[in-house]
């Protein structure tokens, strides 16, 4: 079955650092991919997706990278800042027709002044 | 253009009991899909309905079930309440018509507390 690996938390890093969060997943087909994120008491938020290989999705100075060479689409950005403090989820859809989201554990960012 | 929208936002019931939980899609919106978070089991999927039919369904227990109305308004209900259903209740919508438009839009979720 489909499967979503994150890298485990938590992750703290100070304010203007480079912030790498990993993403490996297993899935029939061609899955589309995306990246969640969900503050404190909220539901969550699409951050960036992409929908087929090389593809690159960015919201927000945040990027991923669909790569079916070795299954993966990690989360970057260059600079973060104490509003980034969250839990980040990565998350797959196998294909059309078949709605249904299968999410990594979620990695909870703390950015520190 | 309103988001989705989820009532009631807290929820306690007692164990036995049973919930009914509401979700309003963003306006154009077929697809409704509804998950269970829980610090220990994360996000899992219970179902989706599309067009008032139920298209998917993840792996709960028939005691949890929903129903989507031709407005594509959704509610699910679980019946038996049991202390292991306390969680967050997130609904989502999406316009489930291709795999370039297939994003998912979340509420902000109920939290149902089972005593």
């Known amino acids: 079955g489909d499967s979503v690996t994150q890298m485990e938390g938590p992750v703290t890093l100070s304010e203007e650092a480079f912030l790498t969060i990993n993403c490996t997943y297993t899935a029939t087909g061609y899955p589309s991919l995306f990246w969640y994120v969900q503050y404190p008491g909220e539901g969550l938020q699409l951050l960036l997706k992409a929908t087929k290989a090389d593809d690159k999705g960015s919201n927000k100075g945040f990027e991923a990278t669909y790569r079916k060479e070795t299954t993966s689409f990690h989360l970057e950005k260059g600079s973060v800042q104490v509003s980034d403090s969250a839990v980040y989820f990565c998350?797959?859809?196998?294909?059309?027709?078949?709605?249904?989201?299968?999410f990594g554990t979620g990695t909870r960012l703390t950015i520190i002044p | 253009k309103a988001g989705v929208t989820q009532t009631p936002r807290y929820l306690i019931k007692t164990r036995g009991q049973q919930v009914t939980l509401s979700c309003s899609p963003i306006s154009g919106h077929r697809s409704v899909s509804w998950y269970q978070q829980t610090p220990g089991q994360g996000l899992q999927f219970l179902f989706e309905y599309f067009s008032e039919t139920q298209r998917n369904k993840g792996n709960f227990p028939g005691r949890f079930s929903g129903r989507q109305f031709s407005n594509s308004r959704s509610e699910m209900n679980v019946s038996t309440l049991e202390l292991g259903d306390s969680a967050l209740y997130l609904c989502?919508?999406?316009?489930?018509?291709?795999?370039?438009?297939?994003?998912?839009?979340f509420g902000p979720g109920t939290r149902l507390t089972v005593t």
């Open positions: 998350a797959l859809s196998s294909n059309f027709g078949n709605e249904k989201l299968t």
């Open positions: 989502a919508s999406s316009l489930g018509l291709s795999r370039d438009n297939n994003e998912q839009y």
